[in-house]
Structure formats: structure tokens, C-alpha cells
């Protein structure tokens, strides 16, 4: 069974641009969450999507944004991209919708904002 | 809200020593906890997980950790430390109404030494 899987890996973007990634959960899982990773504030949440609907969303700016499409796959979009954007962006999926689900993560996408 | 503490930000070992990651997580609601290891430039891999079920949990690769509400801790341990577990371990806390959405402590690094 393939896990989940991000694209791209690595991405360098220029500031004021905008950027698209992609993440394709397990199969079969419907409930897909994004964190950003960064040095300083280690994993924040971002967002979680189940069956098309966001769910929960963290403490972003509004220049995150994300949805899933019917077959579960995911994007998120981060607009007008600040330097402070560069992090590691990890997306999750999950089985089930219940809070005690573990998450499975994909190794995510390395944006770096130059 | 939940938050998860992690005390120790580095952790040095023996090859051969106990490993102890210590976590201590705030929860409103029964908590649900998880243990993940990220080795570079990789994404998260569960260890194990509580959730609510016996309060101490085995996980993967010799590890296990035990739930203790008294004391809001759910340390990680490991009998004897190999140098393939040279890593950064997370522990995470979800619950509630938080679905899909992991708060995570801010990490500890393991080192190995020979």
C-alpha cells in the first residue's frame, strides 16, 4: 500500500510569488491534515480537510489556504509568500475521522523563499 | 486548548543506555497521545500512540511509553539505546473536537554515542 505522498519535494520561490503543493493521502483515507515545520516554531497546524470540508484550520494568515478534492487528494496554496514562509510543509492522512486516529505523514515539500 | 511539553530539547546516550524522552501535555478533555520520530529530511513515523486503552503502551522498534494522568506525563523509554535511534522525537496530543489536528511539543534530539 503506497503511503502518502507530497510533490513536489523542494520547491524555491521567489517572494510576492505564490505556490501550489500537492499531497495524495493512503488510499482509502479521507482526512488529510497540513503542519508547517520550521526551526523556530517547530510543527504548527495548518488545516485539516475530511471528505472535502475543512474541518479545523490553525492560527494562519489567510495567504494559506487549502481544499481536497472528491478523491481525497489535497492542495494548499500560500500567496504573496513572505521569507518567513520557508519551512517544511508535512501533510497527514488518516483512516478514520476520530481524534484517536493515528496520522501517517508524508516527507514532505521544502519551500524556500528567496 | 492542549499543549505538550517536551523537557530536554537534546538527549545524549550510550549505545547500549535507557533512553527516557520526557513529555508532560495540558488536555480539557482525555487526551489521546502520540509518539513520533523524524530522521533527516524525512517525515514523522509513529512510535506509538494512547488512547485510553492499557496505559502502557508498546510501540514500534523497542520502545514503549506509559500513560500516568496523575501526573500528566506520557514519558518514552527505551531498555538499551542503538545508533540507528539517533533521531528527533515528537510528542503529540489530540482529543475532543480537535479531529484531525495534532498539537505537538517542540521536539527532543536523541544522540547515540559508540
Known amino acids: 500500500k503506497a503511503g502518502v505522498t507530497q510533490t513536489p519535494r523542494y520547491l524555491i520561490k521567489t517572494r510576492g510569488q505564490q505556490v501550489t503543493l500537492s499531497c495524495s493521502p493512503i488510499?482509502?483515507?479521507?482526512?488529510v491534515s497540513w503542519y508547517q515545520q520550521t526551526p523556530g516554531q517547530g510543527l504548527q497546524f495548518l488545516f485539516e480537510?475530511?471528505?472535502?470540508?475543512?474541518?479545523n484550520k490553525g492560527n494562519f494568515p489567510g495567504r494559506f489556504s487549502g481544499r481536497q478534492f472528491s478523491n481525497s487528494r489535497s492542495e494548499m496554496n500560500v500567496s504573496t509568500l513572505e521569507l518567513g514562509d520557508s519551512a517544511l510543509y508535512l501533510c497527514?492522512?488518516?483512516?478514520?475521522?476520530?481524534?484517536?486516529?493515528?496520522?501517517?505523514f508524508g516527507q514532505g515539500t521544502r519551500l524556500t523563499v528567496v | 486548548a492542549q499543549s505538550v511539553t517536551q523537557l530536554g530539547s537534546h538527549v545524549s546516550v550510550s549505545e547500549g543506555a535507557l533512553v527516557l524522552l520526557r513529555c508532560n501535555y495540558s488536555s480539557s478533555v482525555p487526551p489521546y497521545l502520540f509518539w513520533y520520530v523524524q530522521y533527516p529530511n524525512q517525515g514523522l513515523q509513529l512510535l506509538l500512540k494512547?488512547?485510553?486503552?492499557?496505559?502502557l503502551v508498546k510501540g514500534i522498534n523497542g520502545f514503549e511509553a506509559e500513560f500516568k494522568k496523575s501526573e500528566t506525563s506520557f514519558h518514552l523509554t527505551k531498555p538499551s539505546a542503538h545508533m540507528s535511534d539517533a533521531a528527533e522525537y515528537f510528542c503529540?496530543?489530540?482529543?475532543?473536537?480537535?479531529?484531525?489536528?495534532?498539537?505537538f511539543g517542540q521536539g527532543t534530539i536523541l544522540t547515540v554515542h559508540p
Open positions: 503529540a496530543v489530540s482529543g475532543g473536537t480537535s479531529y484531525g489536528k495534532l498539537t
Open positions: 494512547y488512547t485510553s486503552a492499557a496505559t
Open positions: 497527514a492522512s488518516r483512516s478514520a475521522e476520530l481524534s484517536n486516529t493515528e496520522a501517517f
Open positions: 480537510y475530511f471528505s472535502e470540508t475543512q474541518r
Open positions: 488510499s482509502g483515507h479521507r482526512s
